[in-house]
């Protein structure tokens, strides 16, 4: 088989369209010193010298190399890379941690883990002369947060405490209290299942949030007005989501319903959210989602489709915990 031929049962995943987001990841290996090299290691006594200066600057180099080692891995441009290392005397080794980060359309594991791989190779390197028998096991990701997933921590492996507290919370949205309402005439009247709606409810649960009301009403100018001023009234929460009513027909009405009663009107969000699903969409500048604040709650207005309110999800829920707090900071702690 010709190497044309042998190429072209691979190819590299085209991630054109997803979104930037902030991606990082922290991978370890473990090196297995002899008693007479763990010494030198530990003292810095071996003849090149202490190694893990060295080993560092390797580590940082090989996550940089990343791309150029793998065929199909994306080159990155990473905003950061920290190697570390943690002796342990028991027995005889070194634990080597690399951490990767970078605003990117995938992920950097890769990059931390050819990062942790060429900064164990670099301590083998400086260690041989001294004592040839070495081993390196254990090398996987331990953690890698951004993109879909989420956070996500091995299952399998033995994640340091000091790692974990790295984390974002995977409940940010824990003690708020949040209102979910669909605008469909079709799903109002049974047409339909709702399942943007259901989508938003189950992701808040996901985050920790407490669903304080979830209704699903027709497309009607009044009712929507008195549905989001008596959830507003009753409950007080921190975020109401509403979903539908959003495009250019006649019956989209949400926009202009909650109009008179957005004070102040947020004109940036929906800019940024229509500029963010363009990514996916390229007719997304024909929705009319935005928001603004109704008391102390952060109201927005998403598409009604269940693709379209997942994108959008996915663009405002890495805010969504700090711009609550923003709001209090502000001055609007309570009903008004």
């Keep these: 088989m010709s190497a044309s031929e042998l190429l072209a049962n691979f190819s590299m995943i085209d991630v054109g369209g997803k979104r930037h987001t902030t991606r990082r990841a922290i991978a370890a ?6 008693p007479n090299v763990f010494v030198k290691v530990r003292d810095k006594t ?40 943690e002796l342990y005397h028991d027995s005889q080794s070194v634990r080597v941690y690399c951490e990767a980060a970078a605003h990117a359309k995938t992920g950097v594991e890769m990059e931390a883990l050819a990062g942790a791989n060429a900064a164990l190779l670099c301590i083998w390197d400086l260690c041989k002369g001294t004592d040839p028998v070495l081993r390196i096991s254990d090398l996987e990701l331990l953690t890698k947060t951004g993109g879909k997933s989420g956070v996500w921590i091995n299952p399998d492996a033995l994640v340091p405490e000091w790692v974990l507290e790295r984390l974002p919370s995977t409940t940010p949205l824990a003690e708020r209290k949040v209102a979910v309402v669909v605008m469909s005439d ?26 304080c009301e979830y209704q ?27 979903t539908g009513g959003t495009g250019p027909g ?11 009663h957005l004070n102040p009107e947020l004109p940036g969000l929906g800019e940024w959210l229509r500029s963010e699903s363009a990514v996916y969409t390229k007719t997304a500048w024909l929705s009319r989602m935005g928001g603004g604040l109704i008391g102390r709650a952060l109201l927005i207005t998403l598409p009604g489709s269940l693709q379209a309110v997942k994108e959008c999800f996915g663009i405002f829920i890495g805010g969504l915990p700090k711009a609550i707090v923003m709001i209090e900071k502000q001055g609007r702690k309570g009903r008004l």
């Design 46 to 85: 071996l003849p090149k010298g202490d190694c893990f200066p060295v080993a560092e600057i390797a580590g940082v180099n090989g996550a940089k190399q990343c791309a150029n080692l793998l065929p199909m891995c994306h080159p990155l441009s990473l905003d950061q890379v920290l190697v570390s290392f």
């Design 29 to 34: 290996g473990t090196i297995h010193l002899g």
């Design 186 to 211: 079709r799903v109002s009247k049974g047409i339909y299942d709702d399942e943007s709606g259901q989508y938003l409810v189950e992701s808040l649960e996901a985050q920790g949030a407490e669903i």
């Design 216 to 242: 699903v009403i027709p497309d009607d100018f009044d009712l929507i007005q008195k549905t989001i001023s008596e959830i507003s009234k009753i409950h007080d929460p921190h975020v109401i989501l509403c």
């Design 250 to 260: 006649p019956r989209d009405v949400t926009p202009l319903a909650l109009a008179d």
